[in-house]
């Protein structure tokens, strides 16, 4: 919507714009990025977000952001404690704030939702069951045909160490997943080859609270920058908008 041609302005359209409290009018929005990824992963929602009026935080989780053997010097208390470290930034500052976790990222904000004034949850492709052979397979067989092999010489680079912390931290938090208790949404891309299907079915089946399911069929793991990237982004913006 152009709101310089509807007539209306800023503060109409977007109420938390106005002039007055930060604290009680801003919407903030933390955004958590993947395993061996990075802020880039969910930076074009992020940018969907900020030109709706949201003010949002991607921090680089601990050992992410470079060279991919950092990842063997760090523990997954480490990616946890990145992310709390951001979300007691924006508690003080805003009071509360919406929440959106990427693949590893989505139970890490499950735990951040039953620690820290968490508005609404929204989960991408979270990694519960994070293994899903056919599917990979067939990205495969996809990227052979492409000529694309960046993915997997980066994925090679990862320490054998960073991906044992990775299968604790799944382990250790998916019971968080039954505690959460505010509005959920779980988005899932139907092509995804790392995060198997039954990963947003056993959230689902936990999730304590309001909640609704979303599957993009075309989609893959990287669903910000997918096909349906736009259908995703619009369903975010209106279950946060409500």
């Given amino acids: 919507m152009n709101v310089a041609r509807s007539g209306r302005t800023a503060s109409t359209v977007y109420p938390w714009l106005e002039k007055g409290s930060i604290r009680m009018k801003t919407r903030a929005c933390l955004l958590l990025h993947g395993f061996t990824g990075g802020p880039y992963e969910i930076e074009p929602l992020a940018k969907h977000l900020r030109e709706l009026g949201w003010t949002c935080r991607i921090p680089t989780l601990a050992g992410h952001g470079g060279d991919l053997h950092r990842l063997g010097f760090v523990k997954r208390s480490d990616w946890i404690g990145s992310a709390e470290m951001a979300a007691g930034e924006l508690t003080n500052l805003y009071g509360s704030f919406d ?102 079915r056993f959230i689902m089946s936990r999730l304590a609270g309001p909640k609704e399911l979303r599957v993009y069929p075309d989609s893959r793991h990287m669903i910000c920058s997918e096909c349906e990237a736009d259908e995703v982004f619009a369903a975010v913006q209106n279950f946060l908008a409500d």
């Fill in 99 to 200: 929440l959106i976790g990427f693949s590893m990222s989505g139970l890490i904000a499950a735990y951040l939702a039953n620690r820290y004034p968490v508005r609404k949850l929204i989960l991408l492709n979270a990694a519960v069951i994070y293994i899903s052979p056919r599917r990979l397979a067939d990205s495969i067989r996809h990227n052979i045909r492409r000529r694309d092999f960046s993915e997997y010489v980066r994925k090679n680079g990862t320490p054998f160490s960073a991906v044992v912390q990775f299968m604790r931290l799944v382990h250790e938090l998916k019971p968080e997943f039954a505690k959460v208790k505010i509005p959920s949404l779980v988005i899932q891309g139907g092509r995804d080859h790392v995060v198997h299907p039954g990963s947003a």
